[in-house]
């Protein structure tokens, strides 16, 4: 059974920090991209961060670069999303994104169930 567990989030002052966590079974973890998406209250969803599967490649949304830091760890089966310098507009429920193509015909996507970040004073 596929799963991924986002943990991590909560209420922070502006300025502060938090560490997601997004702990995955179920598939062989080493073989996906993983993302983070989040999505504000009215807003469409967005995407945050993005790491390859083996060579840890890593790009960011704009407007999180240089704040935050995505990292995976194979052998816990865990991506982290590392972040720094938040601000209210970084308020968002936050989603870990799994994602393999492997060939035209098998696709995987796979998603969390989110974890609510609020950044306010």
């Known amino acids: 059974q596929v799963q991924l567990v986002e943990s991590g989030g909560g209420l922070v002052q502006p300025g502060g920090s938090l560490t997601l966590s997004c702990a995955v079974s179920?598939?062989?973890?080493?073989?996906?991209?993983m993302r983070w998406y989040r999505q504000a209250p009215g807003k469409e969803r967005e995407l945050v961060a993005t790491?390859?599967?083996?060579?840890?490649?890593?790009n960011y949304a704009d407007s999180v670069k240089g704040r935050f830091t995505i990292s995976r760890d194979n052998a816990k089966n865990t991506v982290y999303l590392q972040m720094n310098s938040l601000k209210p507009e970084d308020t968002a429920v936050y989603y870990c994104?799994?994602?393999?193509?492997?060939?035209?015909?098998?696709?995987?996507?796979?998603w969390g169930q989110g974890t609510q970040v609020t950044v306010s004073s």
């Open positions: 179920g598939f062989t973890f080493s073989s996906f991209l």
């Open positions: 790491i390859t599967s083996t060579t840890d490649i890593t």
């Open positions: 994104n799994a994602f393999r193509l492997r060939s035209l015909t098998e696709i995987y996507n796979y």
